[in-house]
T-cell receptor, first 116, second 111 residues
Framework: DAGVIQSPRHEVTEMGQEVTLRCKPI?????LFWYRQTMMRGLELLIY????????DSGMPEDRFSAKMPNASFSTLKIQPSEPRDSAVYFC??????????????FGQGTRLTVV | AQSVTQLDSHVSVSEGTPVLLRCNYS??????LFWYVQHPNKGLQLLLK??????LVKGINGFEAEFKKSETSFHLTKPSAHMSDAAEYFC?????????FGAGTRLTVKP
C-alpha cells in the first residue's frame, strides 16, 4: 500500500478564497483523522471519521471549516473563506480500530497551507 | 479523559551518547501508548507502540521505551544518538475513541 496520500503538498491562496485539501486513507482502515499543526498550538485534532461517519468534530475551529468522507477511500477538508490564521500544515491519518484497542495511526505527508 | 505530558520541550545530546525523552501520561484504564518521530517537513512516523503486552517495547532505529504503570511513564531511550535522530518526537496516549498527543520534544544531536 502507498500509505496515506494527501494532496496538494503545498497550497498558497489569497485570503477569502476557498481551499480544499484531499486525503486518501490506507485501504481497509476504518478511522480517518484530520490534524492541524502550527508552531503555536502544536498538533490539534480537527475531526475524525469512523466508517465514513463523522464522530467528533469538536476540534473544528469554526464554521468556515468543513470535512466530508463520501466513501472509504476519500476525504476532504474545506476552508471557506480562508484567512491568514489558517496557515498551517494539515495532516490526514488513518487507523484500523480493533474494539477499544486502537492500532497505530498512519500519517500522510501533510499539506502546507499558506493564506496570504 | 487521558492526557500526556512530555517533560522536556528540547533535548540536546552529543552524537554517540544516550538519549532519554520523557513522557508521563494519565489514563483511567489501560491505555495504548505510542512514540512518533517527525523529521523536518515530513509527516509523523511511528517509532514504537505499547498495547498491554511486554512492558519493554523495541522500535525502529534502535529506540525503545518502557511502560511503567506505577510511575505512569513511557520514556523513550536510545543507547547511542546518531545525527539522523535529530527530529521532533511525540508521545501519544490512546484509549477508546480518543488519541492525545504530547506537545513534542525537539531532539538536537551535536557532532
Amino acid at each position: 500500500d502507498a500509505g496515506v496520500i494527501q494532496s496538494p503538498r503545498h497550497e498558497v491562496t489569497e485570503m477569502g478564497q476557498e481551499v480544499t485539501l484531499r486525503c486518501k486513507p490506507i485501504s481497509g482502515h476504518d478511522y480517518l483523522f484530520w490534524y492541524r499543526q502550527t508552531m503555536m498550538r502544536g498538533l490539534e485534532l480537527l475531526i475524525y471519521f469512523n466508517n465514513n461517519v463523522p464522530i467528533d468534530d469538536s476540534g473544528m475551529p469554526e464554521d468556515r471549516f468543513s470535512a466530508k468522507m463520501p466513501n472509504a477511500s476519500f476525504s476532504t477538508l474545506k476552508i471557506q473563506p480562508s484567512e491568514p490564521r489558517d496557515s498551517a500544515v494539515y495532516f490526514c491519518a488513518s487507523s484500523l480500530g480493533q474494539g477499544r484497542i486502537w492500532t497505530e495511526a498512519f500519517f500522510g505527508q501533510g499539506t502546507r497551507l499558506t493564506v496570504v | 479523559a487521558q492526557s500526556v505530558t512530555q517533560l522536556d520541550s528540547h533535548v540536546s545530546v552529543s552524537e554517540g551518547t544516550p538519549v532519554l525523552l520523557r513522557c508521563n501520561y494519565s489514563s483511567s484504564y489501560s491505555p495504548s501508548l505510542f512514540w512518533y518521530v517527525q523529521h523536518p517537513n515530513k509527516g509523523l512516523q511511528l517509532l514504537l507502540k505499547y498495547t498491554s503486552a511486554a512492558t519493554l517495547v523495541k522500535g525502529i532505529n534502535g529506540f525503545e521505551a518502557e511502560f511503567k504503570k506505577s510511575e505512569t511513564s513511557f520514556h523513550l531511550t536510545k543507547p547511542s544518538a546518531h545525527m539522523s535522530d535529530a527530529a521532533e518526537y511525540f508521545c501519544v496516549v490512546s484509549e477508546y475513541n480518543d488519541m492525545r498527543f504530547g506537545a513534542g520534544t525537539r531532539l538536537t544531536v551535536k557532532p
